[in-house]
């Protein structure tokens, strides 16, 4: 089964420094259709002003990944990280019992474009953890590259759950064919430009969340930059 989840349905969050698009409830926008996707929690699609940001903040029990799109962003955490993570770039924050962190964007003349990603863990509490890792264009480049998983395989970041997320970048004639487990879900987020997936044609912000399928197949891309997800029920 596969269901589209168009990118104009997505909650909307205007906060003047901060544009958000939301693919699950979150915050004030609330649809109980959308609260999440087994243990995919969030995606938010957030466009950041120059020398904004968020304050130091609270988390607990969840997985935490941002992927840059454009910009850059600077954090800091209680655990004492200090980095900034630019395009390319998948960092990784395990709240565990506890962790505080800020996020802002350091230019003073771009905004910064990022995904905000939340998965909840298979267990709760645990130290909290950290980790970064850049991923080239050239690993991305017409096919996909595990960036994230339970086991860190491949060379990728691991975390507490047993979900495995891989991006890719496809244009024109390239094009990739998946074999998915029919007890496992999947869920397909067009994070820029165009790209048909199953046969249907996505285009930047649009979804797809698909159940006992056989196989994902990408192809028919225009400069799109995609992000699969390997997830339990």
Sequence with gaps: MITLRPSQERGHAEHGWLK???SFSFAEYYDP???????LRVINDDWIAPAMGFGTHPHQNMEIITYVLEGAIAHKDSMGNGSTIRPGNVQYMSAGTG???????PANNEHTRLLQIWIQPD????????????????????RLRLVVSGDGADGSIKIRQNARLQ??????????EVALATDRL???HVARGELQVNGISLREGDAVMMSAEEKLVLEQGKQAEVLVFDLPH
């Design 20 to 22: 958000s698009h939301h």
């Design 33 to 39: 259709q959308h609260m999440g996707f087994g243990p």
């Design 99 to 105: 962790v505080r962190h800020s996020e802002f964007n």
């Design 123 to 142: 267990q709760l509490g645990g130290e909290p953890l950290y980790g970064e890792k850049e991923f080239s264009r050239e690993e991305k480049q017409g």
């Design 167 to 176: 991006i890719g970048l496809f244009d024109a004639d390239e094009r990739q």
């Design 186 to 188: 999947t869920y397909v």
